[in-house]
């Protein structure tokens, strides 16, 4: 079991908005920059969110972080079909000293 | 093209004893931290290890302390994790990946299965 904390799924639309997110406490989210991957069936995950709500280049706009306290969040806005795939958040523990993940929300396209 | 290919997978009995490999080309290694992520089948991703550019500070999780060691050789580009008394719990797709300058997993391998069974 993680500490931190995601919905095991998430699901909508194309075109919709979705919202996915990560809860933890004030060892790890609280006190650390949280990031966020996405891995598409069968491949290795990818870098999708940096330092809470940086997006790296080439990772279309649509994808966005947020964070408050000790809970982040990632949104997807204008759902596409390609955008179904898992996506973990992760983020230092000071605890613990060692890197957590998330464990992971699946998002279905309907 | 970026690169890191990770290599050493393989079956194991319980108890024995694997050494994998990760090489880095297309990319800058020496200064940059590495990470071992693995992902049991199935299942999600947990981090592992990590070591950083000069080798001097090494973190494990919890799960693998003891049991598993980080190490690399920058001339080499080459990262690797030495696993004793590996356990079944431990049978995961092993990732490895870069920690880029804001501590984020910038660039990851294609991933080696270890399967430890009887």
């Known amino acids: 079991q993680s500490v931190l904390t995601q919905p095991p799924s998430a699901s909508g639309t194309p075109g919709q908005r979705v919202t996915i997110s990560c809860s933890g406490s004030?060892?790890?989210?609280?006190?650390?920059?949280v990031y966020w991957y996405q891995q598409l069936p069968g491949t290795a995950p990818k870098l999708l969110i940096f330092?809470?709500?940086q997006r790296p280049s080439g990772v279309p706009d649509r994808f966005s972080g947020s964070k408050s306290g000790t809970s982040a969040s990632l949104a997807i806005s204008g759902l596409r079909s390609e955008d179904e795939a898992d996506y973990y958040c992760?983020?230092?523990?000071?605890?613990?000293?060692?890197?957590?993940f998330g464990g992971g929300t699946k998002l279905t396209v309907l | 093209e970026v690169q890191l290919v990770e290599s050493g997978g393989g079956l194991v009995k319980p108890g024995g004893s694997l050494r994998l490999s990760c090489v880095a080309s297309?990319?800058?290694?020496?200064?940059?931290?590495m990470n071992w992520v693995r992902q049991a089948p199935g299942k999600g991703l947990e981090w592992v290890s990590c070591?950083?550019?000069?080798?001097?500070?090494?973190y494990y999780a919890d799960s693998v302390r003891g049991r598993f060691t980080i190490s690399r050789d920058n001339a080499k580009n080459s990262l690797y994790l030495e696993m004793n008394s590996l356990r079944a719990e431990d049978t995961a797709v092993y990732y490895c990946?870069?920690?880029?300058?804001?501590?984020?997993?910038?660039?990851w391998g294609q991933g080696t299965l270890v399967t430890v069974s009887s």
């Open positions: 992760a983020v230092w523990d000071d605890s613990l000293s060692g890197r957590v």
């Open positions: 330092s809470n709500n």
């Open positions: 297309g990319i800058t290694f020496s200064p940059y931290s």
């Open positions: 070591i950083s550019g000069n080798s001097r500070n090494t």
């Open positions: 004030r060892s790890n989210i609280g006190s650390n920059y």
């Open positions: 990946a870069r920690e880029g300058l804001s501590q984020e997993f910038d660039y």
